[in-house]
């Protein structure tokens, strides 16, 4: 990956592989426009699509059908240092006839994904599972 400060609190940023590029700015509460995503967005972003990821390897390789399943993520920062304290996830099940078996075993492959384990033990992580019924 490569990242370039453009000015203005704007960087982007490349995907070397895919040549992929994203963008990034300030918030707006630190000095920027909040026109794009800011980099503790993407660290918070990064657990939601994480565990998204890592549970769609598993349903992948267990033939579970989670085409649909999304995520909304909350970031609370904190200060002194300025820093993210709390990230609270709550993943929308698509509605199928998941056994009580795969509900808990998602949920417990979420919890195992690797952004998980590679944020501060200090980030308060919470992750919620809503279920649809079909």
């Known amino acids: 990956?490569?990242?370039?400060?453009?000015?203005?609190?704007?960087?982007?940023?490349?995907h070397q592989?895919?040549?992929?590029?994203?963008?990034?700015?300030?918030?707006?509460?630190?000095?920027?426009?909040g026109e794009a995503f800011s980099p503790t967005d993407l660290c918070a972003t990064a657990l939601g699509t994480c565990l998204l990821?890592?549970?769609g390897i598993y349903a992948q390789q267990h033939q579970l059908d989670i085409v649909g399943a999304e995520t909304e993520?909350?970031?609370?920062m904190g200060t002194d240092p300025r820093r993210i304290v709390e990230v609270d996830i709550v993943v929308?099940?698509?509605?199928?006839?998941?056994?009580?078996?795969?509900?808990?075993?998602?949920?417990?492959?979420?919890?195992?994904?690797?952004?998980?384990?590679?944020?501060?033990e200090h980030i308060i992580q919470k992750i919620?599972?809503?279920?649809?019924?079909?």
């Not at 592989?17 to 426009?33: Q, R, Y």
């Not at 993520?73 to 609370?76: L, Q, Y």
């Not at 929308?92 to 384990?117: G, Q």
């Not at 919620?128 to 079909?134: G, K, P």
Request: aromatic share 6%; with cysteine; hydrophobic share 35%.
């Open 1 to 14: 990956m490569r990242a370039r400060y453009l000015g203005q609190l704007r960087v982007e940023c490349e």
């Open 17 to 33: 592989e895919s040549g992929m590029k994203i963008l990034t700015d300030a918030p707006k509460d630190n000095c920027g426009k």
């Open 53 to 55: 990821t890592t549970m």
């Open 73 to 76: 993520i909350i970031k609370i």
């Open 92 to 120: 929308h099940m698509p509605a199928r006839k998941y056994t009580e078996k795969e509900k808990k075993i998602l949920e417990r492959v979420a919890n195992t994904c690797p952004v998980h384990f590679s944020l501060n």
């Open 128 to 134: 919620v599972f809503h279920w649809s019924e079909i």
